[in-house]
């Protein structure tokens, strides 16, 4: 049998914990969040990822560039455009870092 006050003691450090986790979120969200989009030759852009920050976004689809590039894709890196392009003869994977308010699967007005 559990006592009331441990259930009430873990109640409050559960209540700790979601405050905390929330004091950290908000200023990230205030910065704007970075999304990985990852899209292969026949299936649409898919949100892969969010990061609180480009640097970290940019690290990690840096880390997927070297994943399609071991299975032996021509691997191209646009650093400064935050993205990748992969293909060989009968593949083509294409990932980018985005600010989490642009979405690659939206149309652009010309």
Do not use: N, Y
């Not at 969200?29 to 990852?38: I, K, L, S, V």
């Not at 894709?73 to 308010?101: W, Y």
């Amino acid at each position: 049998m559990i006592k009331t006050g441990r259930i009430l003691s873990l109640t409050c450090g559960v209540v700790a914990t979601v405050c905390s986790l929330l004091a950290v979120a908000t200023p990230t969200a205030a910065q704007g969040a970075w999304t990985m989009w990852m899209m292969g030759a026949s299936s649409p852009w898919d949100s892969v990822g969010t990061f609180p920050a480009r640097e970290q976004c940019m690290e990690a689809l840096h880390q997927q560039a070297l994943a399609v590039q071991k299975l032996g894709l021509k691997v191209t890196e646009d650093g400064p455009g935050g993205s990748f392009a992969g293909s060989d003869a009968d593949r083509d994977i294409r990932g980018q870092c985005l600010p989490d308010s642009v979405d690659p699967r939206v149309a652009k007005d010309k």
